[in-house]
Structure formats: structure tokens, C-alpha cells
């Protein structure tokens, strides 16, 4: 079954931008987006909030610009074909290889889960995510965690009152000092009553 992975960058105190609304302290250095491009190379189908899905609408045009790398214009390609669902009530229309949500978060999951094919389900945007979260969806949340702190802002973790125990499956430190940490939901398995239980 496909995994549902939630991955951003995040400051050290948490937040994926700070309280002005700026992430300008997230940009990569050549060896994290290159990470950054194998990761969404894994990706079958990226769901999106409005928001997210406007900030990176960059990338749908950057292979028209000959003066970037390579580096730069191979993920604009992947993430170019990469399919997308949109989630949002104000927009009426998406380009490229999107379209907007027809149902709700967990319907389509349950959709693409069901669909044959290879690739995570990658969740993006603190709002999406959150909701996904609530819903118990997220089977691995992935952090870079930048050496910042900035007061505020965003959350990368939805603020909600549930326990969720992690198993930290992957770490790796750049050599620009961020961190990556990739951690898999533990799911509790049901298991019945023992015979004390049943007295």
C-alpha cells in the first residue's frame, strides 16, 4: 500500500515560515535539493493546499529559462509531470498536470491508495497536512530541520491534543547543518483482552 508522507523544511523551533510570513531562510544548498529532487522523484501524486500549490507554480515554467543548472531544471521536470490534486475552494481552475480535488482529503487518498501504481502519496502545505493528520492519514512525517529559530509563524506539526508515537527510520546531517529526519507513524496493532481483562 502506498505511504501518505508529510515532508517540509521546518526550523528548529518548528515552523515552515515564520511570523511574517517569509521562509527565506529555507532556500537549499546543491547537496539538500538534490535530496529535496530524489524525494519527489519517489513521489506518485502530490496533494496540495492552495497556497503551496501557488508558490510552487514556479516550476511549471522554469525549463523555459536556459541560465539555470541542471540541477534546478531536472526537478523542475519531475515535478512538472508529477501528478497534483489541488484542494481549495477559492480556485476554479489549475494548470499542468493538476486538477482541483473533487472530494474530500481522505476520499482521495483512499483513491490513489486504491489505484495501481507505484510512488508515495505526498501531502504538502501545514493546513492539508494537519487535516491528514487529524484523520490519523500520515504515515511518515519528514523533516529538514534548518539551524533557526524564528519566533513563530507556521507550524509544521498540527497543534491538536492526540498522542502519535514515531519510529525514526532514517537521519542525516548536510553539510550545510540541516537535518533530515524521517520518521514512520507507529501504528498500534488491536490486540484482545487478555483473560485478566475479561473478569
Request: hydrophobic share 40%.
Amino acid at each position: 500500500m502506498r505511504s501518505v508522507t508529510y515532508s517540509m523544511s521546518v526550523s528548529l523551533d518548528g515552523y515552515i515560515v515564520g511570523p511574517d510570513g517569509g521562509f527565506e531562510w529555507t532556500p537549499p544548498d546543491e547537496e539538500v535539493f538534490r535530496f529535496a529532487t530524489d524525494e519527489v522523484r519517489e513521489v506518485g501524486v502530490h496533494l496540495l493546499g492552495r497556497r503551496l500549490y501557488e508558490t510552487m507554480l514556479y516550476w511549471e515554467t522554469a525549463d523555459q529559462n536556459p541560465s539555470l543548472d541542471f540541477s534546478t531544471l531536472e526537478f523542475a521536470a519531475i515535478w512538472k509531470r508529477l501528478p497534483k490534486v489541488v484542494f481549495s475552494t477559492t480556485l476554479s481552475a489549475v494548470q499542468g498536470n493538476a486538477r482541483l480535488a473533487s472530494g474530500g482529503l481522505a476520499e482521495e487518498i483512499e483513491r490513489w491508495r486504491a489505484e495501481p501504481g507505484e510512488g508515495d502519496i505526498a501531502i504538502g502545505g501545514a493546513t492539508l497536512a494537519a487535516e491528514a493528520a487529524a484523520l490519523g492519514l500520515i504515515d511518515e512525517y519528514r523533516a529538514r530541520v534548518h539551524p533557526v529559530l524564528v519566533g513563530g509563524g507556521i507550524p509544521f506539526f498540527p497543534q491538536h491534543e492526540r498522542r502519535v508515537d514515531l519510529a525514526l527510520v532514517e537521519t542525516r546531517t548536510f553539510g550545510s547543518r540541516v537535518v533530515y529526519l524521517r520518521y514512520r507513524v507507529a501504528r498500534r496493532q488491536a490486540h484482545p483482552p487478555s483473560a485478566s481483562q475479561c473478569r
